[in-house]
């Protein structure tokens, strides 16, 4: 069953990349089967007392950090925030990203897909000149060889805190 959730976890998160990398745009129902999934997998693995509390956590420092784009946008940068700075695949692709671990690991890999994303547009806008970050697809490509690499033998656990 697990093994099932994982692989059709890998299809999803695929699926976003494909999407928003082609066309800058995904099908919203990827991000609610994505988050699905991603809670299923971490209540399986951690004491069900602790996954919600994490989970409550997790949506608070997402809530915390769209909060500050929000406001950095909107007064610094004086533009819309919804589909001009950020797109709402992106802000749902966050929450749902926010349901599957617990809140360090969260953390860790949260800021590695964007410092992920970042390196690969840096180098995707010198070869060509395209406008902005298929933000949710690159996290979700970056969430595809974490879990990828979770197949191999003995690696640490994802869900451990």
């Known amino acids: 069953m697990i093994l099932t959730i994982k692989i059709s ?5 695929a699926l976003i990349t ?24 971490y209540e399986n693995k951690t004491i069900i007392q602790y996954s919600y509390i994490f989970l409550v956590m997790n949506i608070i420092l997402t809530t915390s950090i769209l909060a500050i784009l ?6 610094i940068r004086k533009m819309k925030f919804l589909n001009v700075s950020f797109g709402l695949g992106d802000v749902l692709f ?6 599957g671990f617990p809140t360090v690991t969260f953390l860790i890999l949260f800021v590695s897909s964007i410092i992920f994303s ?8 010198k ?3 395209a ?4 933000l949710a697809g690159l996290m979700s490509l970056f969430l595809v060889f974490v879990f990828s690499i979770e197949f191999l033998p003995n690696q640490p656990s994802l869900y451990n805190f």
């Open 9 to 13: 976890l890998l299809i999803v998160l």
């Open 18 to 41: 494909l999407q928003d990398i082609r066309e800058k745009k995904v099908s919203w129902v990827l991000f609610p089967i994505t988050g699905l999934l991603l809670f299923v997998l």
């Open 70 to 75: 929000f406001l950095y946008t909107r007064i």
């Open 94 to 99: 966050f929450y749902a990203f926010a349901l």
């Open 118 to 125: 970042l390196m690969v547009s840096l180098i995707q806008k």
């Open 127 to 129: 070869k060509n000149k």
């Open 131 to 134: 406008n902005g970050i298929p």
